[in-house]
């Protein structure tokens, strides 16, 4: 009985992440732990496990210098452990990213950090700052979104960091910042080297969403190489050269490409497969508009509007469906969109649920859906304590791609007395085409 369930969490661990590989290393893998399971049935001593690690050989231990040296000779304890290490190569934070590693004291002048390596496993550049939660600067606390400590950037000042991944993969990176000063403030962030002419976002960080202070922000890239390099850079000239943002918790998670079924011709209609969402934090993650991206943190969909819409999740907020859901924050500059493919002259159904976050955001909402030229509006009366009900809409496509739409009417904010933007949410969107009998 021991074996079949080690066996199964094998299976399991394996299946979570398989599709970080190619088909080339995933035949390897698996190949590997069908020997390792057959070992361990046949002689279950506690050195059966025979395979070496899971990276692929774009990064293998040989390629970086070491040894090429088995990582599972312990048992199955060992294994599993490889496994595990393999999976967190799927999201996780980056190394140090949460900063709670700091420099010497000796590599500090004051909050100040001298060298470029001061911050372990980080490189930095200009003026950046290691701040303690609840350090002051005048009359104003300082907030650090997650634990202990976090980085201010300066002007002009960067940080970054090489990371390994899976060379033609989609990834996004989720990041937490708070202002520091009371004027608009920018970061750019891009991910090097890369074969788009853009390789880098501009996240605009004057509109806080959160109530505390601070926000989680993600985006998307693709890898075009075995080895990037993440870039967060303040592009800020402020008169006050200490006035920058300050940066938390980067946090990386490779992304699934979502399919279209029978059961569905829209891809990722339950928000099932998008960023990052840190566990301990309870204000979501935003998504900017596509223009700043080029390629989405929330597969499947694109941000068309001037404003991000915010990822929440089932842990903090009311989600009518399965863990993830996605709320418009910001009224008719926040919208989600996706183009299908469609038959001219078939007849189809979009359905999709309207509710609240149970976010204390409370009053009339208003969620406009859009298929092509086809539009339906489908109220909601939010005592933001969580609830729902479903829209629908039917439509006769008119051309082979129909684009498919959602936006709030109404701007909407919070009635804790913060004046915090919130909105709808909306979840389970289906489309389907109608089969007449």
Request: charged share 20%; hydrophobic share 35%.
């Amino acid at each position: 009985m021991k074996m079949q369930k080690f066996k199964l969490l094998l299976v399991l661990f394996f299946a979570t992440c398989h599709s970080s590989l190619s088909i080339t290393d995933a035949g390897r893998v698996r190949r590997r732990i069908q020997v390792g399971i057959n070992n361990l049935i046949s002689n279950p001593e506690p050195n059966f496990c025979c395979w070496r690690k899971f990276e692929p050989d774009s990064y293998s231990n040989q390629n970086q210098g070491g040894s090429g040296t088995d990582l599972m000779d312990s048992g199955p304890l060992s294994c599993l452990t490889s496994v595990l290490l393999h999976l967190s190569k799927c999201l996780s934070l980056l190394p140090n990213g949460d900063f709670e590693v700091g420099p010497k004291p000796s590599e500090l002048k004051g909050s100040i950090v001298t060298t470029p390596n001061g911050i372990p496993h980080w490189t930095i550049s200009g003026m950046v700052e290691y701040i303690k939660s609840g350090q002051k600067q005048g009359d104003m606390v300082l907030v650090v979104p997650h634990g202990t400590y976090a980085v201010r950037l300066g002007n002009e000042a960067s940080i970054k960091q090489k990371i390994q991944v899976v060379k033609g993969m989609f990834y996004s990176l989720t990041f937490s910042a708070s202002r520091t000063c009371a004027q608009e403030e920018k970061l750019n962030v891009s991910v090097v080297p890369s074969n788009e002419k853009s390789d880098w976002g501009v996240f605009p960080i004057q509109t806080m969403y959160g109530s505390n202070g601070c926000d989680s922000y993600a985006c998307g890239f693709r890898a075009d190489y075995p080895r990037v390099e993440i870039v967060i850079h303040n592009p800020g000239v402020d008169e006050d050269p200490a006035c920058g943002p300050l940066i938390d918790s980067v946090a990386l998670k490779l992304l699934h490409s979502p399919k279209r079924t029978r059961d569905n011709l829209l891809k990722n209609g339950n928000f099932e497969e998008g960023p990052y969402v840190f566990p301990k934090e309870s204000w979501g993650v935003l998504i900017p508009p596509h223009i700043e991206d080029a390629y989405s943190p929330l597969p499947g969909w694109m941000v068309e509007s001037l404003k991000a819409v915010k990822y929440i999740d089932s842990d903090h907020f009311a989600v009518p469906e399965g863990k993830r859901a996605i709320e418009l924050v910001a009224g008719k500059e926040s919208a989600i969109a996706q183009v299908v493919i469609t038959i001219i002259g078939k007849v189809y159904d979009l359905t999709f649920v309207v509710g609240d976050a149970n976010n204390s955001c409370e009053g009339s909402m208003v969620v406009e859906a859009f298929a092509g030229k086809d539009t339906i509006q489908v109220q909601y009366q939010s005592k933001g304590k969580g609830g729902f009900i479903r829209g629908k809409l039917r439509f006769k496509a008119m051309s082979t791609r129909t684009r498919i739409r959602f936006l709030s009417t109404f701007y909407t904010t919070k009635s804790d007395n913060t004046g915090s933007l919130c909105g709808p949410i909306i979840d389970d969107i289906r489309l389907l085409s109608v089969r007449y009998s």
